[in-house]
């Protein structure tokens, strides 16, 4: 599963975290070893720095609420 993390202004996805979905709401949820894994990946800049990138688009809503 892709799990996206807003980190300091900037968009980080990890790929292939175990992850499991809560069945009262559906959101993802993972087990606290995985949290703790994934926090020491994107406190790794080595890491960041030789991962490879994505281009994301980013669209303005022009219109007015409902």
Known sequence: M???????GKLIVIEGVPAGVCPQCGEKVVQADVGRAIAALVEDSKQ???????????????????
């Open 2 to 8: 892709k799990q996206e993390f807003w980190i300091k």
């Open 48 to 66: 960041l720095r030789k991962a490879r990138t994505i281009a994301v688009p980013v669209i303005k809503f022009a219109g007015e609420a409902a």
